[in-house]
Structure formats: C-alpha cells, structure tokens
C-alpha cells in the first residue's frame, strides 16, 4: 500500500482500519487512549513532519512494552531528489538550482501534474536525523539499526560542475534515504539491560501494525 488516500486503499474497509493521527504535534497520544501497538510502520512519511522530533516520541509511545517502531523514508531533502518535483524538472537538486516559486509556476502553466510536497518538506539534513535518531536508543528504548541509502550517481556532474551551491559535506547530498528500527523494551528486558549492559531483541510474535 503506497497511499492510504487512494481509493484501492480506503476500499480495504475493515481490514485495514485508519487512524487519524496529527503525529508531529504534542499530546498526540492522549487524543487517542492508552491504546498501543506491537509495530508502528511510518513509510515515506518522515521528511514531512514539521517537527520531527515529537513525531518520534509520539511514535515510540504508541509502541507496546516488547513492540517496534519501523522508519523508511525518502528522500532526504539535500539530495538529488529532495524537492519531490519528480514530474516538473529531472534535474537533480533542483531545489539549489532553480527558484522553487519558479518550479511551481512552470508546472502550473504546462498544466503538468505534480505532487505539492515541496510545501510539506521539513527540509531536515541527514546529520540532524543522524542526530534525532541516536539521541533516542536510551533506557526503555533500544535503537536496533540505522540504516543509510547512499547513491553516488544521481547528480554526481551536477555536483561536481557547480560546487558552490554545495558547501556541505558529500554524504549529505548523496544519502537518499532513511531506514531505521527502535525496539521498546518490556520491564523485565530493561532490567536484565541494566544488569548486563545489553539488550537482546525479541523473539515473540508481534500480531498488531499500526501505520503512519
């Protein structure tokens, strides 16, 4: 499932039930209940909170004692594609190149068909990510894996033909994506954590998804 918006998706009724969240804004959670999920999946989504921070503590609060929390997303607003104008210009990054007010007329007055994400950006860096997601593998929460996708071929000769409209370091416009895992920790595993310094991963069976 791409898009929980499409009509293939909202036609899965009952299977599949939604859950209206406003994830990035504070107390998220106590509009809804002490409810709690074995693994909470946020897909594409990351780069679109304003406040990516409170995203992830509203998202690891809805994970349950022994639960995770899955985070896949791109792209990161620094690379190649970052603007998400995949129909309005191929031009990697774009969004250094060109006046983004621009893009958007150019498409409006080609009637060319795209996704206003451009406005819904966060604009996060890889290194203020890097940063959010390493400060959280903390007690009752176990950072299982942070996982980069780096490209360095889309772009490269742009990069490499303009370098002054790239004054940061390489990775940060070559890293595409995102993929992260946070486990929270039962009470019984948080102490055997203390005790030993470490954190075994679970080997339960998780039944319940919540995706964001």
Not at 43 to 62: C, T
Request: hydrophobic share 40%.
């Amino acid at each position: 499932m791409r898009d929980w918006r499409t009509p293939e998706s909202k036609a899965l009724g009952d299977l599949v039930p939604f859950h209206m969240m406003d994830i990035d804004q504070p107390n998220c959670k106590a509009k809804h209940g002490n409810t709690t999920w074995d693994v909470v999946v946020s897909y594409n989504a990351f780069e679109h909170f304003s406040k990516p921070r409170v995203a992830l503590e509203n998202m690891l609060s809805l994970v349950s004692p022994g639960g995770v929390l899955y985070i896949n997303f791109n792209c990161l607003f620094n690379s190649a594609r970052g603007l998400h104008f995949y129909n309005i210009v191929p031009v990697p990054f774009c969004q250094f190149l060109f006046n983004i007010d621009d893009l958007v007329r150019y498409a409006r007055e080609n009637n060319i068909t795209y996704y206003d994400a451009a406005g819904h950006l966060n604009g996060w860096s890889l290194s203020q990510y890097r940063d959010l997601f390493r400060s959280h593998d903390e007690e009752g929460v176990r950072l299982i894996f942070l996982k980069e996708i780096y490209n360095p071929h889309d772009g490269s000769d742009i990069y490499q033909e303009f370098p002054q409209y790239f004054p940061m370091p390489e990775e940060e416009y070559f890293t595409r994506g995102i993929q992260v895992m946070f486990e929270r920790l039962a009470l019984p595993r948080i102490l055997e954590q203390t005790a030993q310094g470490t954190a075994m991963t679970s080997e339960n069976a998780i039944p319940s998804t919540l995706y964001l």
